[in-house]
C-alpha cells in the first residue's frame, strides 16, 4: 500500500498505524436521538440497552457522546482542558466511560476542527494535543470529528463540490455547476487547508498513549474520498442525514458512486443510522437499513433505545445483513449490478440504485438487495444471469432464503420477483447451485 508524506512524517493508511478499523464500526451516537440534550443518564441507559437488547452480542460496541458535553462558555484557564458540563455529566466523561467500558463496551467523544462545535461549543483547532490527551486520560475509543467553526483563514482557497447540496452548489447528470472557486486540474486535495486541519488531530491521537478509533466528519468536503483512508479509520462522504427518505435516497444514491474505494481497513460514511426517527415507515427503515449493510458503511445506531418499537429493533439486529457487513474473510462491500429505475450508472438523487449483490463467505453465498425507489408499490425481478457473482456458477437455479423473514425458499430456478411497498427494499442470500 502506498505510504504519503505528512507533517515530515512518512505514514501509510492510518488504520496500519492504530491498527482499528479493518471492519466498519457498530454502535451508538446520541446525536439523532437527543442533540444537545443530553447526560449522564441517557448515555448510561443507551449502553445499558444495547447489551440487555442483545445489540452488543451482534458487535455493536462503540457508545459515542456527541456534541454539547461540555461547559460551552470557556476551557479550564489553567490546564485549556475542556470542561465536562457539570449539570449533564456530574462525575465527569471519565465516570462514564468507565462504567461504559465495565459493560464490555467503548466509549466516543466528539469535536470540530474548528473553534467551536456545530453547536457553538470549544472545538478542537489550536488545541489538538491538549484535546488528544484529554481524550485519553478520560479512556475515550473512538473520536467523531466534525467541521465546524472554522475560521476564515482556515478554509480552503479552493471549493469542492458535494453533489448533494451541501456547498450550496448545483448538480446536474453528475457534473457540479457554477462552482465559485473550482480547483485547477490536478489539484491535489492533500494538500488543503481541510486535509492538513484533520491530519493535525490524527497526529495527536496518534502521539497519546492510547488507542483511539477517528472518524473524519468533514462532509465530503476538500475531496475528502482521496485523502481520508490515509488520515482518518472512516471518512464522511456526504452532508448530514436527516430522518426522511428524500435525504436517505439522496446519499445512497451519492454513496453508491464511492464504492470501490470500502474495503479492509476504511470506508466511506453516509452518516449515522435514523432507523426509528421521524416519520420514516417501516419499509423506509428497512430500505435504509439493508442499504446502509449492504455498502459497509459505518452502523451507528442514532435513536432512544429504551422507546425503540419491535420491528424497528428486529431490523437493526438483522443477523444476515450483519454477517455480511462484518465478514472477516470479504472486505470488500456490495456493488450496484443494475441500477433498475435508471440506465446504468445514472446519478440520481431521487432513485439511486436498485439491484445490488456482493459475496460473503459468512453468508456462504450472495447476499442481493433489490429496492423499491418508486413513490407506489411496485416488483423487482433478481434475474440470476445478471448478477456478477452467480455467472459461470454451473447452473441456472439457486438455493434462496429470504434475509427478513430467515424463510428457506429452497431451490429458486433463473430469477426471484417480490412485490415491494413504496421505498422496501428485498434482500435475499442467494447459496448454492441446486
Known sequence: MANYLSTGIVFTLLSQVNGLGRLPALGWNSWNAFGCEIDASKIMTAANKVVDLGLKDLGYEYINIDDCYSVKTNRDPTTQRMIPDPAKFPDGIADVASQIHDLGLKVGIYSSAGLTTCAGYPASLGYEQVDAETFAEWGIDYLKYDNCGVPS????TYTYCVPDGTTGTSFSNGTCEDIASPAPEGYDWRNSKTAERYRTMRDALLSVNRTIFYSICDWGQAN???????????????????????RIAEIANENSFYMNSADFWGYPDPDMLEVGNGNLTAAENRAHFALWAVMKSPLIIGTALDKINDDNLAVLKNKYLLDFHQDPLVGRPAYPYKWGYNKDWTFDPVHPAEYWSGPSSKLDGTLVVMLNSEEGNSTRTAVWEEIPELRGSGGDSF????????????????????????????????????
Not at 483563514?153 to 480552503?156: G, K, P, T
Open 153 to 156: 483563514d482556515q478554509s480552503d
Open 399 to 434: 438455493r434462496v432464503t429470504d434475509v427478513w423473514t430467515g424463510k428457506d425458499m429452497g431451490c429458486v430456478k433463473q430469477k426471484h420477483s417480490v412485490g415491494l411497498l413504496s421505498h422496501d427494499a428485498a434482500a435475499l442470500v442467494v447459496g448454492k447451485p441446486c
Open 224 to 246: 475528502v474520498n482521496a485523502w481520508g483512508n490515509e488520515t482518518g479509520n472512516s471518512w464522511r462522504m456526504s452532508g448530514d442525514i436527516t430522518a426522511d427518505w428524500p
